[in-house]
């Protein structure tokens, strides 16, 4: 319950002191935010991290979903309820190469990234 009077007290505090400043400080605010953005650093980030997302690392997610996909409809198909359950099952170890082959496919693209230091890991506590 204290967290959510706090809450409501700091964005109380927030529109109060934001309307005192009116929209020539809130337009002021964003441009620098905009040309903050522009600068050649943060681009520079920003491909960065485009290409590390377009790059092999994406593969285990989309080959997860079809490997997915894949066995649903094999579970779903017209037969016996042990006849779909085979099915699946037998769906599921022909996917069994793929899914591990775009895991190691992602995992060596993350480590090569940290290596090249693209991509920084926080080896923070976790909490």
């Known amino acids: 319950m204290r967290g959510k009077v706090g809450l409501v007290i700091g964005l109380s505090v927030g529109y109060v002191l934001g309307t005192r400043a009116g929209r020539e400080r809130y337009e002021q605010i964003k441009t620098q935010a905009d040309n903050l953005w522009n600068t ?3 681009q520079k980030q920003v491909d960065k991290v485009k ?6 690392a994406a593969a285990l997610p989309s080959t997860v979903w079809d490997t ?3 066995v649903t409809k094999a579970a779903t198909t017209k037969g016996t309820p042990g006849e779909r359950l085979d099915a699946a099952l037998k769906t599921g170890e022909e996917s069994e ?10 995992a060596k693209a993350v480590k090569d990234a940290v ?3 693209e991509v ?3 080896s923070g506590s976790g909490a």
């Open 40 to 42: 050649a650093p943060v």
């Open 51 to 56: 290409d590390f997302a377009k790059s092999s």
């Open 68 to 70: 997915a996909v894949k």
């Open 97 to 106: 190469g793929d899914l591990q082959k775009a895991a190691k496919t992602s």
């Open 115 to 117: 290596d090249d230091g």
């Open 120 to 122: 920084t890991v926080d």
